[in-house]
C-alpha cells in the first residue's frame, strides 16, 4: 500500500484533481466548501490500474497554512506536483517544492492542471520546460510531466498510469518491529470513540494491541482498525490507517503525538540533526544562518520551537549544511534518519530542513572557539555516513555495557535485531545475563580483573582471595555489569568464584616445609623464669608459621601451645606473684 501528498500554489486545483482521480471531495470542512479553499488536510484513496490501493493526502496550498501543508507531507512515498498551466509557477508552488527536496521524497508527478485554459500547444511546452528546469537536482528530477483538466476530464488517464509507473521505483517500505503512526487528525465516531489517523511507519498494528501515546506518556488498546474505510485484523507499514483507541478520550490527544509500541519510542528536547540551509534569512545580515537562531521545527507531524546550536562554526551560509543540535521548547517523539523542515518564525518562511542523526544524545555538547570537539564531530559523522553495523557498533562504544533496550534506541537503527546477531556472531560483542558489550570492552575489563586479583595475592598470600565488594567497588561497575563479568572470566577458567571471594585460577595457599634448625628447637615443659628468658637474637619465624610450637617434653609434645596463650598465661603469673 502506498501513500502520496499534493503540493502546490493555492488555486491550482488540487482538490479538484483529488475529486475527479478519486471520486471522494477531500475538503470535509464547511469553511473550505464554503470559500473553496483547503484550509486542512484532506484524505481520499483510489486503485492503480494494478490493483495496488493507493491512500491521497490534500494538503492545503495558502501560506497562512503552510504548518497544516508540512503535517500532511510527512512519510509519503511520492508527491503529485499540482501546477496551473494558465499560470505556471507561483510563490507557493517554489516553497512546497523546497520542502519536498529538503524531505528527500524519492519520487514525483507533475500535473499541469487546467491545460485546457492554456492559450496553446505551444504555452504547454514553455510552462514544462519551466518546471522541468525548477525541479532540476532535487531527488525527483525526472518527474513526469502530465498536462491535465479535472473539470474537462482530459489527461486524467495518462496521469494515472504515471502515478503507477513513478511508485513501481519505490522500494516496499519494511517492517522492522516498530510500528509508529504520527497522528495528524484526531475525530469521534458515535458508537466507537477515540479515532486516530495517520501513515502507518516502521512496523504493523493489529486488533488488541497495547499502545503508547508520546511524548503524553498515555497507553491505550487498540479497538479497531480501518484503512481506506475497510476494517482490518492488521495493518502493515506504509498505508494510511485510521485506529480506534480505548482508553483515552478526544481532549487528551493532539496532533503530532505519535502511537507507537509501549517502550519503542521515547521522546526528546535535545536532537543532533545534520542541518542544511535551503534559503538564507532575508532579515539576516549578508544572509547568513546564524548560532542560537530560534526556529520552528517540523517533524512527522508534530512541530515544536527550537534553539538551533551550530557545531562547526557561528555562521551556516546558504546553501550549507553543518552538524547541530536542536535545544526543544516541547518534546517530540522522532527517530534517527527521520527528516525535518526548519523555519523561521518571522517572517515565515522555510529556512531549511535536514536529518536526525541522533534523537538522545548524552548531553548539550560543550563549543570551544565556536566548535564542537573533534570527538563529537567524529562520532556525528559515524552516525550519519556510517553502515547500520557501524551505527550499531558506536552505539555499544558510547554506552559501554549496556542492555538491549538501551542500546536499541541508541543506535536507532531498522535492522537492529539482525544487526546484533551478526555481530554476536562474529565475536564484535558479547552478551553476558542480558549484559551487552563490544568485545574488547569485555577483555579490557577483564584484565584488570584479573590483574587487581593478581596484585592482591601478591600482597597478601595467605589470603585466600578478594572480597567481592572489594573488587566490585575498584572496578567501579554496576552490580548486574560486575556479576555478568566475573561469570564470564569464570566461565572462561580464568578466575574462580567462592561465594564471597574471588581469586585466578592458578592461586592456591602452599605452606613452606619447616627448616632443620627450627625443628629441632623446643621450648621447655615450663615457662621460663624472668632471669633467665631472653628473646632469641635472630629473626624469628613469621607469626603465621610460630603460631604453635613442638616441645620435647612428653606431657607438652601430645599438645601445641599456642604462643599467644603462653605469653598471656606467662603474663598473669607474674602479676598475680607481684600482687602477692
Known sequence: MRTIATAGHVDHGKSTLVRALTGIDPDRLKEEREREMTIDLGF???????????????????????????????????????????????????????????????????????????????????????????????????????????????????????????????????????????????????????????????????????????????????????????????????????????????????????VARPGTLAPTRLIDVSLEVQRAPSTASEGRFAHNTDVKVFAGAAESVARVRLLEGDILAAREAAFAQLELREPLAVAAGDRFIVRLPSPSITVGGGRIVDPHPAGRHRRRAGKADAATLSHLRALLEGTPRERLENALLALGFCARPALAKAADILEFEAELAGLLAEGGAVEVDGVLGLAALWRSRQTQLLDLLAAHHRAQPLQFGLSRESAWTRLGLGPREFGALVRWSVGQGLAIDDADTLRTAGHSIVFAPPSSARSTRCWPSSPPSRSTHRRPRTAGPSSATRSTRPCSNSAASARSIPMSRYYARRTRTRWAGFGR
Open 44 to 258: 481520499a484513496w483510489m486503485k492503480l490500474p494494478n490493483g495496488e490501493a493507493l491512500g491521497l493526502v490534500d494538503v492545503p496550498g495558502h501560506i497562512d497554512f503552510i504548518e497544516n501543508m508540512l503535517a500532511g507531507v510527512g512519510g509519503i512515498d511520492a508527491a503529485l506536483i499540482v501546477i496551473a498551466a494558465d499560470e505556471g509557477i507561483m510563490p507557493q508552488t517554489r516553497e512546497h517544492l523546497d520542502i519536498l527536496r529538503l524531505l528527500h521524497i524519492p519520487k514525483a508527478v507533475v500535473a499541469l492542471t487546467k491545460s485546457d485554459l492554456a492559450p496553446d500547444a505551444e504555452w504547454l511546452e514553455l510552462v514544462a520546460a519551466e518546471v522541468r528546469g525548477l525541479i532540476t537536482g532535487a531527488p525527483f528530477a525526472d518527474a513526469a510531466i502530465m498536462p491535465c483538466s479535472a473539470r474537462a476530464k482530459t489527461g486524467l488517464d495518462a496521469l494515472v498510469r504515471a502515478l503507477q509507473a513513478c511508485l513501481a521505483d519505490v522500494p516496499d517500505r519494511r517492517d522492522v518491529n516498530r510500528a509508529r503512526l504520527p497522528i495528524d487528525r484526531i475525530f469521534t465516531m458515535a458508537g466507537f470513540g477515540t479515532v486516530v489517523t495517520g501513515t502507518l511507519l516502521d512496523g504493523a498494528f493489529a486488533v488488541g494491541d497495547e499502545v503508547e501515546i508520546v511524548p503524553a506518556g498515555l497507553t491505550a488498546r487498540i479497538r479497531g482498525l480501518q484503512t481506506h474505510r475497510q476494517k482490518r485484523e492488521r495493518a502493515e507499514p506504509g498505508g494510511r490507517l485510521a485506529i480506534n483507541l480505548s482508553g483515552v478520550d478526544v481532549g487528551q490527544l493532539r496532533r503530532g503525538q505519535v
